[in-house]
C-alpha cells in the first residue's frame, strides 16, 4: 500500500477528542478562543511513539506539506514535490486547507485558493463563494444537466500552467444564477464543504463498532427530549438492506461516508489534488495530453 496515503494517518492520530457530557443540568460556557504552544508551528506526534512509529509521523507529515506539480521539479529552497497534479483539482498541498490552528488544522485566516488558483501561469478565475479572508470551499453540485450529482466538482485547471504541456480543458461555470424571485444569492445548484481538522482522528478510527452504536442508544429518553437523534452510516451499496461492502459503521468526512482514514486518504489525493493512487487508480478527468506524461495511478509510493 502506498506510503504517501498510510503516513499521513499516523500524523492524524495526535490531540484530543471531544468528550459527551451527561450531566443535565450543565450550563455550557464558551471558553473563547483558546492557544496553545503548537499554534502556527508543526503538531507533535502521540507521545510513547516507537522509532520507527515516529519516523512514520514525520514522514507523513512531509508528504502532506508538500507541494504538488503537474511534472518535472519546483524551483525554490527547501520546498519538497511530488508529481500528478490535476487535470482538475481544488489545491496543490493538503496542507494548504488543513492548517489551523497548526498543520492538520481547519482553513486558514488568508485563503490559500485565491493565489493558488493562478499558480505558475495557471488562468483560473477564483469562484464567487472564495474570498481573500474566507476559508477554502470545495463545490458540490446538486444537479448536473438535470441529474442528481452531490459529487465534488474541482475548481480548477491545470490549463496554462508552465508543467502542463498543451493541456487545455476548461474550468466549470460557478457563476451564480441568483434566485429566482429576488435576483440575489449564489448559483443554487452549488452547496459548499470547509476543511475540518483532523485531530484525534486516528483514535475515533480505533473505537469498535459497537461502542459507537452503545453510546448511540445511551440516554435515549434524554436525547429525545432535546431532540438528538441520527443514525451510524454503514459501509453499503447505497440500496436499502444490500450491504455491498462489508456494511461496517464508517466515521470520516461529509455524513461519515468514508470508512478509514487511509480510505480518506486516498480520496482526498484523487478529488482534492487530481492524484490518482492505488486506493483510486483511475484519473477523474482521463484528457490525453492533461496527465503531465504522468502514469495512472500517479502515486505508488
Ligand atoms: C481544497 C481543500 C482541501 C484539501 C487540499 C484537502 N482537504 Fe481534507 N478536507 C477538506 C474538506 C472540505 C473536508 C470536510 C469533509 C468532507 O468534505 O467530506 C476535509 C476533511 C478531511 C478529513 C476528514 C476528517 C474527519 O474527521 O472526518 C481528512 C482525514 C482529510 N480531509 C485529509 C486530507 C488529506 C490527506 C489531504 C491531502 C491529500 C487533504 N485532506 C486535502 C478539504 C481539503
New binding site residues.
Given amino acids: 500500500m502506498s506510503a504517501q496515503l498510510i503516513r499521513?494517518i499516523v500524523m492524524?492520530g495526535f490531540a484530543s477528542m471531544c468528550l459527551f457530557s451527561t450531566e443535565a443540568s450543565a450550563i455550557p460556557v464558551d471558553p473563547g478562543v483558546r492557544t496553545a504552544s503548537t499554534d502556527n508551528s508543526s503538531p507533535n506526534p502521540l507521545p510513547g511513539l516507537g522509532t520507527d512509529e515516529l519516523a512514520f509521523f514525520a514522514d507523513g507529515l512531509a508528504r502532506?506539506t508538500t507541494i504538488e506539480v503537474v511534472s518535472g521539479a519546483v524551483q525554490g529552497p527547501g520546498v519538497s514535490q511530488g508529481n500528478g497534479l490535476g487535470p482538475r483539482f481544488?489545491?496543490n498541498?493538503?496542507s494548504?486547507?488543513?492548517s489551523q490552528p497548526t498543520i492538520g488544522g481547519s482553513s486558514p485566516s488568508e485563503n490559500p485558493?485565491i493565489s493558488i488558483a493562478t499558480a505558475f501561469g495557471a488562468a483560473n478565475s477564483v469562484p464567487w463563494f472564495l474570498t481573500p479572508n474566507g476559508p477554502?470551499r470545495?463545490a458540490r453540485f446538486v444537479q448536473s444537466n438535470g441529474a442528481y450529482d452531490g459529487g465534488v466538482h474541482d475548481l480548477f485547471v491545470i490549463s496554462g500552467r508552465s508543467d502542463a504541456g498543451s493541456c487545455n480543458i476548461t474550468q466549470p461555470s460557478f457563476s451564480p444564477a441568483g434566485d429566482p424571485v429576488s435576483g440575489q444569492g449564489g448559483n443554487p445548484n452549488v452547496v459548499f464543504?470547509?476543511?475540518?481538522p483532523?485531530f484525534g482522528?486516528g483514535l475515533?478510527e480505533a473505537i469498535p463498532d459497537s461502542v459507537i452504536l452503545a453510546n448511540m442508544n445511551q440516554n435515549a429518553s434524554q436525547k429525545a427530549q432535546r431532540g438528538v437523534r441520527g443514525h451510524a452510516n454503514t459501509v453499503h451499496s447505497g440500496i436499502a438492506n444490500l450491504s455491498g461492502n462489508d456494511g461496517t459503521v464508517t466515521?470520516?468526512?461529509?455524513k461519515a461516508?468514508?470508512k478509514s482514514?487511509l480510505m480518506?486518504?486516498g480520496e482526498?489525493?484523487n478529488v482534492?489534488?487530481g492524484i490518482s493512487n492505488e486506493l483510486f487508480p483511475q484519473e477523474r478527468d482521463e484528457t490525453p495530453g492533461c496527465q503531465g506524461g504522468n502514469a495512472s495511478p500517479n502515486d505508488t509510493d
Fill in positions: 499521513p492524524m502532506f481544488n489545491s498541498q493538503c494548504s486547507c488543513h485558493l477554502a470545495e464543504r470547509i476543511p475540518t483532523m482522528a475515533i466515521r470520516f468526512g461529509w461516508q468514508n482514514l480518506f486518504a482526498a489525493y482534492e489534488m
